[in-house]
């Protein structure tokens, strides 16, 4: 009891705080379920020699039909799991839309310390089709880019600034802010396992990072001709821009890159905002109907890739209305977004996924029908073969004509005896002749 209600309780509580995870292992069965489906039923059929083994040696009836049964159920149960496996990697041949254009998650971060000018030039280097980042307000009024609510993780703040680590780094002012080193962290922490994999060069730029300007970001995304994506966090309650950061971000966008090229994802003042720049693609971080998308004026959709639904997107794409996935950083993970028919995706490794051609796994209806039923077949015929041949042996049966029979301890051949023909003989062999033999039936048993 003690030991059922542990279970429970740990499940429970894995449920919750793994919630993300549970949905990414399901979304890696719609990868991986047809081959993990041929390995189940391939398992299958190599336990059908222990099973029939043990079936045909046992004594009592009611263990043999349970354990044939539970067999069976499992076995039956795998050939029919194919009826209730979705992928949207089963698709008619030509239906296939093209690869999603990636999208820099605050730069390269796997290449160079995230929202930094490296960062986002890796990105850029490595194929990305637009760069995502995180802007704050400095106490003076200077957007800057920074993903935390503090200035720890990602900077020497505790070297320069030891008394005010606790601060939101909005209320540090832009001249303090560029005395920080932005990049060291990266070398020292080694957030991906990539730093060793830099070159010398690479180290000594990245070790000499600072905090960068939204001015200084959008330079880099317009002469490379780059989309741009970024949350607007607004400042805490006595910081002097609280009520005009939105005019103050505005402002910097448009002296620095077209707004057409700029996702705005804030959804505070929307209709402010679009009515003082109507050429930024409104985009939205929450689903809702397609009414309410076009009301908001909604150009494009920034959603978990754990929402993923190949039936949404198409719905949202028939009415011009884009959906872009994050953070997406493995290539399965990408295969699935391609053949859910997401337009864009979000990622740590622009390097990795821009090498990609093709999804990973791909088939069509016919395909996937054929490879299920031809499963299914060869493993019966086999599981059949092996009962057979056990129910064979342990019958006693000669394989061949003429042949010995086989026995766990070798072959042997025998006479079929019943006890009432056995007889014991006792004699004395100083007083007397053995007895007759040929007046006394012995069953005869010969070894090898």
Known sequence: MVTLVFSVTATGILSDLWSKE???LQLSLQVTAPFLHVAAVSLMAVLSWPTA????????????VVVLALYLSVLFSLYLVPLGMYSPCIKDAGTLGPAPTLIGHRGAPMLAPENTLMSFEKAVEAGGEG????????????????????????????????????????????????????????????PFGTASLLSESDRSQAQNQSVPSLAQFLEVAAASGKLVLFDLRRPPYGHPYRTSYINTTLQVI????????????????????????????????EKASIQEL????????????????????????????????????????????????????????????????????????????????????????LIFAVFTFHWWRERGLPFVSGSRQTHENGPYSKFRTDSSEVICIGWNPLHSDPPAAAHISLPLVFHP
């Open 131 to 190: 760069l995502e980042t995180d802007v704050t307000i400095s106490y003076d009024g200077i957007p800057f880019l920074m993903h935390d609510s503090t200035l720890r993780r990602t900077t020497n703040v505790a070297e320069v600034f030891p008394n005010r680590t606790h601060l939101d780094a909005s209320m540090f002012t832009w001249a303090e802010l560029q005395q920080l080193n932005a990049g060291s962290w990266f070398l020292s922490r080694d």
């Open 254 to 285: 448009q002296s620095h890159i077209n707004s057409s090229q700029v996702l705005w994802l804030p959804s505070e003042d929307r209709e402010l905002v679009y009515g003082l720049d109507p050429e930024l693609q409104q985009t939205s971080g």
């Open 53 to 64: 083994l043990h079936f045909f040696r046992m004594s009592k009836r009611v263990r043999q």
């Open 22 to 24: 549970w949905k990414t």
């Open 294 to 381: 076009a009301d908001d004026h909604i150009r494009r959709l920034n959603l978990h890739y754990s929402t993923m639904s190949q039936q949404q997107i198409c719905k949202y794409q028939s009415v011009n209305i884009s959906t872009n996935l994050y953070v997406i950083s493995q290539p399965w993970l990408y295969t699935l977004a391609w053949c859910a028919g997401a337009q864009s995706v979000t990622t740590n490794s622009v390097h990795i996924l821009s090498s990609i051609n093709k999804p990973l796994f791909l088939m069509t209806p016919e395909e996937y029908t054929l490879m299920w039923i031809l499963t299914d077949f060869v493993s019966a015929f």
